[in-house]
């Protein structure tokens, strides 16, 4: 603490007569108090003074949250923000903080002391930061305060005091919000139902894409896995509109938005409404075999154009379905075999949509021969090697190919209509659907029957992408022993059908569980290495890694989607922040002008000592 300094009165001379301290007897310049420098400030102590907290604590608290790193500038807990360290925006905060300071407030008691230890009013003059380290949780300040004594006399006091405060944890409502139940608004409900029973292949990508982007699953308040899809929660109506419309540029949905009424309250004319959102994805999946009815062209919806009645494969999964002729005829320009469809007019026609063959039916063949179409020919066969290679990447070409299992134990091969013209070399594996081996369900059979167009001829083989190297694929645990602890309880003593029913009951729950913890997992919303404990799932991610190695249109489209996401976690943050802006600038202004009455004429910007 330094010394205090009586403040004289102005324009005085030097040669004024002194005159002895009342108390110590030291020569001093007259003023009102008739004591020197040192008696005064040992009667008023102004560090003790703002170093009290609020109802006569010896601590003062500027409280911080945790997860979000958000200060609390609000007493009644509903303005947080983001400030930098010593920054003026927490110089403020900590001035607001300190109760004598806060001049007709009685909620910190710092009024009361001061008029106990004998200060009418207190004043600041400049106020600095003194440096500390990061990790002890105080906060220094230098102060220059002037303070007035009660009295006749009235004797003004300056003295320079340092104030340390202490950084608390205190969780926000929205950090608060997120680890209680039922505290969402909104729920983004992705379904995919698809005819083949697949449960949730087509989110594959989806999964993919999420778990490589943090910015857009820390707006998730937690996930659901579903049957047919997931269910992810959102604080808001906003977040979860966003993340619908980014997963709309990933995959061709639908989207629909219901709301219930939850609780509502006449007097105020309020209600407490939920949302859902209901993305629901195209039932098909990349390299599908699609039979098309061609009823589409008369009127029927679903916009197939001039492929339809025709077999096609799904070539394409984004913000629109692109449909690639299956048995394209030799004289067909390129272009009329490829068709873009929009998501909401495959809706308005989807039951002309019959899957017939999913990739999991795909079967490896051997190039044996490559012959371009007249009217695609470059002359000598070129090669597509990337967008800058200056060829197509698509050409329609005959196709001479053995079965991978047959090749060199038999001389049967197959002949086709490929589109992969400028893909395929003598000797390359490709992968594609064998018709004349395969056995297809009585729907595919009277799809085919009816729904194409006179005249079209069955392929023998639908080529659909070349591969590298050997393809994977999980086998099954059929043949493993039974573990020993299922050997020893069948030995075990025969129990009652209740306790029989409830161990079942208990036994599903706890799959179900685990099925559940996988599929989150995958994602990324589990830290650590919960998803690797599963031999099942391991597998699934190497088959899928595989896959990216030997397409590299599949890996594109995944980069792709990271990016689309990236965005979307970014835009995100924008929103975060202008949405808590405009309620900062609502709550400061209806409490402006508490703090200037206190600081006065204050620099905040004074220099670090």
Same mark, same amino acid.
């Given at each position: 603490r330094e010394p205090a300094t009586p %403040?004289?009165?102005?324009?005085?001379?030097?040669?004024?007569?002194?005159?002895?301290?009342?108390?110590?007897?030291? &020569?001093? $310049?007259?003023? =009102?108090?008739?004591?020197? @420098?040192?008696?005064?400030?040992?009667?008023?102590?102004?560090?003790?003074?703002?170093? *009290?907290?609020?109802?006569?604590? /010896?601590?003062?608290?500027?409280?911080?949250? !945790?997860?979000?790193?958000?200060?609390?500038?609000?007493?009644?807990?509903?303005?947080?923000? /983001?400030l930098e360290t010593e920054s003026p925006?927490?110089?403020?905060?900590?001035?607001?903080?300190?109760?004598?300071?806060?001049?007709?407030?009685?909620?910190?008691? +710092?009024?009361?002391? %001061?008029?106990?230890?004998?200060?009418?009013?207190?004043?600041?003059?400049?106020?600095?930061?003194?440096?500390?380290?990061?990790?002890?949780?105080?906060?220094?300040?230098?102060? @220059?305060?002037?303070?007035? @004594?009660? +009295?006749?006399?009235?004797v003004a006091v300056q003295q320079r005091c340092l104030v340390e405060l202490v950084e608390s944890w205190r969780q926000c409502p929205e950090c608060?919000?997120?680890?209680?139940?039922? @505290?969402?608004?909104?729920?983004?409900?992705?379904?995919?139902?698809?005819?083949?029973?697949?449960?949730? *292949?087509?989110?594959?990508?989806?999964? =993919?894409?999420?778990?490589?982007?943090?910015?857009?699953?820390?707006?998730?308040?937690?996930?659901?896995?579903?049957r047919h899809g997931f269910d992810f929660y959102f604080l808001s109506l906003m977040h979860a509109r966003l993340f619908s419309s980014y997963l709309a540029r990933i995959a061709p949905m639908r989207i629909k938005t219901t709301q219930k009424l939850v609780s509502t309250d006449v007097k105020s004319n309020t209600a407490n409404n939920k949302h859902s959102v209901l993305c629901d994805v195209v039932p098909l999946c990349r390299d599908d075999l699609v039979v098309v009815d061609k009823r589409v062209s008369s009127g029927g919806g679903g916009g197939a154009g001039h492929l339809a009645g025709r077999l096609c494969l799904v070539g394409r999964m984004s913000s629109v379905i692109r449909l690639v002729d299956a048995s394209p005829t030799r004289t067909a320009p390129m272009d009329r075999c490829v068709v873009d469809i929009h998501p909401e007019k495959y809706w308005r026609g989807d039951k002309y949509f019959q899957l017939l063959f999913s990739s999991t039916r795909l079967t490896r063949f051997v190039v044996l021969d490559v012959e371009l179409c007249a009217d695609n020919s470059y002359g000598e066969q070129a090669q597509y090697a990337g967008p800058k290679s200056g060829v197509e990447k698509y050409a329609l070409a005959d196709v001479e190919i053995v079965r991978e299992s047959d090749f060199g134990q038999t001389d049967e091969t197959l002949s086709c209509v490929t589109h992969l013209g400028n893909l395929l070399q003598p000797g390359d594996?490709?992968?594609?659907?064998?018709?004349?081996?395969?056995?297809? &369900?009585?729907?595919?059979?009277?799809?085919?029957?009816?729904?194409?167009?006179?005249?079209? $001829?069955?392929?023998d083989v639908v080529l $659909?992408?070349? $591969?590298?190297?050997?393809?994977?694929?999980?086998?099954?645990?059929?043949?493993?022993?039974? &573990? =020993?602890?299922?050997?020893?309880?069948?030995?075990?003593?025969?129990?009652?059908?209740?306790?029989?029913?409830? #161990? !079942?009951?208990?036994? *599903?729950?706890?799959?179900?569980?685990?099925?559940?913890?996988?599929?989150?997992?995958? %994602?990324?919303?589990?830290?650590?290495?919960?998803?690797?404990?599963?031999?099942?799932?391991? *597998? #699934?991610?190497?088959?899928?890694?595989?896959?990216?190695?030997?397409?590299?249109?599949?890996?594109a489209e995944l980069k792709c989607f990271e990016e689309v996401l990236r965005e979307g976690g970014k835009e995100l943050d924008k929103v975060d922040e202008k949405v808590a802006r405009d309620a900062a600038e609502k709550a400061a202004s209806d409490d402006e002008g508490a703090l200037a009455d206190a600081i006065g004429d204050v620099d905040l910007n004074g220099e670090t000592e």
């Open positions: %403040m004289a009165t102005a324009g005085q001379p030097s040669t004024t007569v002194q005159i002895p301290c009342c108390l110590c007897g030291t &020569p001093i $310049v007259p003023n =009102a108090a008739n004591q020197c @420098t040192t008696c005064l400030a040992s009667q008023f102590d102004l560090t003790s003074i703002l170093n *009290r907290g609020p109802g006569g604590s /010896h601590t003062i608290n500027v409280y911080q949250c !945790r997860r979000c790193r958000r200060y609390e500038l609000s007493d009644n807990g509903r303005r947080w923000q /983001h925006e927490l110089l403020s905060l900590c001035l607001k903080r300190i109760p004598a300071l806060q001049q007709g407030s009685k909620k910190g008691g +710092g009024e009361q002391h %001061m008029m106990s230890s004998g200060i009418s009013s207190l004043h600041l003059v400049d106020a600095s930061w003194v440096w500390t380290e990061p990790h002890s949780r105080r906060l220094k300040v230098r102060l @220059t305060v002037r303070a007035t @004594t009660i +009295g006749g006399a009235g608060n919000r997120e680890f209680t139940n039922r @505290t969402w608004q909104a729920c983004v409900q992705l379904r995919q139902k698809r005819a083949d029973g697949s449960s949730r *292949r087509g989110l594959v990508l989806l999964e =993919a894409a999420l778990a490589k982007n943090p910015d857009v699953r820390k707006h998730v308040l937690s996930v659901d896995p579903t594996s490709v992968l594609g659907y064998d018709l004349v081996s395969s056995v297809l &369900p009585s729907e595919a059979e009277w799809s085919l029957e009816n729904s194409c167009q006179n005249g079209f $001829v069955m392929p $659909v992408k070349k $591969v590298k190297g050997s393809g994977g694929g999980g086998g099954g645990d059929a043949g493993e022993p039974a &573990p =020993a602890d299922e050997e020893e309880g069948k030995k075990a003593k025969a129990k009652s059908s209740g306790s029989k029913k409830r #161990e !079942r009951r208990k036994k *599903r729950e706890e799959k179900k569980a685990e099925q559940q913890l996988e599929e989150v997992a995958r %994602m990324g919303f589990l830290g650590g290495d919960e998803a690797d404990s599963d031999e099942l799932l391991k *597998r #699934e991610r190497e088959k899928f890694e595989r896959e990216l190695e030997n397409d590299e249109e599949l890996a």
